[in-house]
């Protein structure tokens, strides 16, 4: 399948040195770690630090191991902005070409004046106009033809997030090149950076998920920071235009979101709480980096800190690959943070502005390692549980049904919810590691069968009894989401606390019967 390559991965390629001689001091790299480390509801899964070209430092968490593919969620724009790059650098189009030069079967018959001045700058920048409705991505067959549809107001003057821009550039690029787009971006970048290993999962119309769904290993992303750090060369090869990593990366528009008048009273609300939440977090931390009034370039965003600008891939979770070209640094981060703004300001804060002042520090080293559930391996009242089904009311996971078993000293969580049925092979104290077909949780629900992603999928679960209430936390390796379950019971009843991924929105309390839905 054009969505997948299947050659073994490559972890090493890139040299590596020691953080004192490249100029930081291994103090300061612990010391920053554990401010990281320390961040609530926080999972670092892999992390590389890289400067002058080399990796100084890494950690891949226990059970995360550095061959393992990670879904880069919304940093997936970032190399869609890159093969716009190149399309343009072949002379197939320009970014101030209209959209529906190209994608005109995807629109009206009748354009309306706002939607027929929409570029292609405006798609890179996301400024389209037109506010993200998550509905599409849910329920319809023909994305962009049920995105444009919708109102489109304000072109090219008001930033909205939303994906379908990077789908709709994703459609664009396959269409001029003839060649699905993880294809195009293989041959002329990942096979000279010598990426071996990825998968980009596809559309229902067949397109890469291009905001969101391709999958990488810490040390690819970590290539893609330096071939933008280096501005497009590798090994003296050009392989996207100086100009267009320029462009890229410099500010174009403002990530202040739509002006008061275009919002909701629920968003208008919504924001103010955002707001004030974040001058609460400022007053108290002293940092003021805020996601929510970064800049944005094309597909990539751009903070302007006070000493040393930064332009950076990020994604959902807390996925990063932050450049410091003034510092000739690269970052990556994989993991699971509810708010990736944090890891922002702890890179700024406890990283680059320690190692500007020359700071000497003195910290001992962090252990990354992932903690499974503390407690006991059974309990009385687990007799009570294992082999019967229970049934779930309504909730926030679409969890449906649940059975637990026994097998030797391992617990079996067989979940069911829209998505299928999920079996999770739990040790006590430690992780166990299974490989399944699977489908994975995954935020997006579209994504119904992961098509172009690679099977069979990795997965390390583990559960402990804590005192009653059983605890569970599986984790799947080779993407990097995760299902954590606190069950207790009560008679024919059980409640369960369940989160994705650390994520509040996430996050609900569930109470089943026996055999009841």
Known sequence: MGACLTALGQVGDLPRSTPEDEGVSRGLLNSFYRALTTLPDVDVHHIMVLRHG?????????????????????????????????????????????????????????????????????????ASGRLEDLSIFMGEEDWLTAWFKGDFHDVS????????????????????????????????????????????ELAPDSVETAGGGLRLQA??????????LNEGQWNGQQLVSAQWIHDMTQCHISTSHATEPQLNLWQRFVRSLRSAWHAIRSWFTGYNIDDYYLGYGYQTKAIRQPRADSFFAAGYGGQLIDVFPNLDMVIVINGRAGNYGDELNIIYYQLIEPLLDNVLIKANGVNFAISPPEGAATHPIEKQLLGLNYGFEDNLLGLDMLCVTRMGNDLVFTMTDWRGTLRAVAACGEWRQTTSDDRPIYIMESREQLVGTQRPFTMA???????????????????????????????????VIANDNFDPLLTDTIRGKIGVK
């Open 54 to 126: 080399k990796v100084i430092s890494e950690h891949h968490a226990s059970p995360y191991r550095a061959e393992d593919l990670h879904t880069l969620y919304s940093a997936s724009k970032t190399v869609t902005a890159l093969a716009v790059g190149l399309a343009v650098d072949d002379g197939l189009l320009t970014v101030d070409d209209k959209v529906s030069r190209y994608l005109h079967d995807k629109m009206p018959a009748q354009l309306t004046p706002q939607l027929d001045s929409l570029t292609v700058r405006d798609l890179l920048m996301m």
């Open 157 to 200: 003057q008001v930033f909205h997030y939303d994906s379908m821009c990077t789908h709709a550039l994703a459609m664009m690029v396959t269409r001029l090149t003839g060649r699905p787009l993880l294809d195009y971006v293989k041959e002329r970048i990942f096979t000279p950076l010598h990426i071996t290993q990825a998968d980009w």
């Open 219 to 228: 040390e690819s992303e970590a290539k893609l920071g330096l071939l933008m």
């Open 461 to 495: 679960a583990s559960y402990a009894w804590q005192g009653d209430t059983l605890a569970m936390r599986v984790d799947w390796l080779n993407g990097g989401d995760n299902r954590r379950l606190w069950l207790t019971l009560d008679g024919d009843s059980v409640t």
